[in-house]
């Protein structure tokens, strides 16, 4: 049971816009820092989004970030087949004094 | 480049401790902090704790007190990840991080494959 807590699986086609949420609580993305992850099957999590919505050097601009109270939001415009992969939420629990994911959530592109 | 580069895949026997590295290079090692996660198959990160490569300073994850260890050794730019009294539910890619802003991780290790099995 992840603290944090996103959608199982998204689909979208090629070239579509797609979301994915991620919801925690006051202790975690109500008072830190989200940050968002892409994990390729086989491959170590690459960041994406940062500080809500900071990008990287080198991640494009279809990448978004936003935070609202509780709540953060990943969205990605003109899907690839490429952006086929895992995505996770992740940010610092002032309770657990820990860092925290979500569960991941799947992206398919049709 | 930044990198971090850890050590090879391990299978080890329930009851057993297993002791992971990870070598940072393309950057000043003091000046990062680098966590440990973990990923059992088919699931999702789980955060095992932290340590200050320049004092040695640690934070364990609760889940993992009593059974993790991290140390660092600044002459090869290197930290460690020992856990003992493995059990089976332990078999996971373990991952090496460093952390950026806001408790981001900027750059993450390749992996490490710990197979607990009998």
């Known amino acids: 049971q992840s603290v944090l807590t996103q959608p199982p699986s998204v689909s979208a086609a090629p070239g579509q816009k797609v979301t994915i949420s991620c919801s925690g609580s006051?202790?975690?993305?109500?008072?830190?820092?989200v940050s968002w992850y892409r994990q390729l099957p086989g491959t170590a999590p690459k960041l994406l989004i940062y500080?809500?919505?900071k990008r990287p050097s080198g991640i494009p601009d279809r990448f978004s970030g936003s935070k609202s109270g509780t709540s953060a939001t990943l969205g990605i415009t003109g899907l690839q087949t490429g952006d086929e992969a895992d995505y996770f939420c992740?940010?610092?629990?002032?309770?657990?004094?820990?860092?925290?994911f979500g569960g991941g959530t799947k992206l398919t592109v049709l | 480049q930044v990198q971090l580069v850890q050590s090879g895949a391990e299978v080890k026997k329930p009851g057993a401790s297993v002791k992971v590295s990870c070598k940072a290079s393309?950057?000043?090692?003091?000046?990062?902090?680098i966590h440990w996660v973990r990923q059992a198959p088919g699931q999702g990160l789980e955060c095992m704790g932290i340590?200050?490569?320049?004092?040695?300073?640690?934070s364990y994850a609760q889940k993992f007190q009593g059974r993790v260890t991290m140390t660092r050794d600044t002459s090869t730019s290197t930290v460690y990840m020992e856990l003992s009294s493995l059990r089976s539910e332990d078999t996971a890619v373990y991952y090496c991080?460093?952390?950026?802003?806001?408790?981001?991780?900027?750059?993450w290790g390749q992996g490490t494959t710990v197979t607990v099995s009998s």
């Open positions: 991080a460093r952390e950026g802003s806001g408790y981001c991780m900027d750059v």
């Open positions: 393309g950057y000043t090692f003091t000046r990062y902090y």
């Open positions: 340590i200050n490569p320049s004092g040695g300073s640690t």
């Open positions: 006051s202790s975690n993305i109500g008072n830190n820092f």
């Open positions: 500080d809500n919505n």
């Open positions: 992740g940010t610092w629990d002032s309770s657990l004094s820990a860092v925290v």
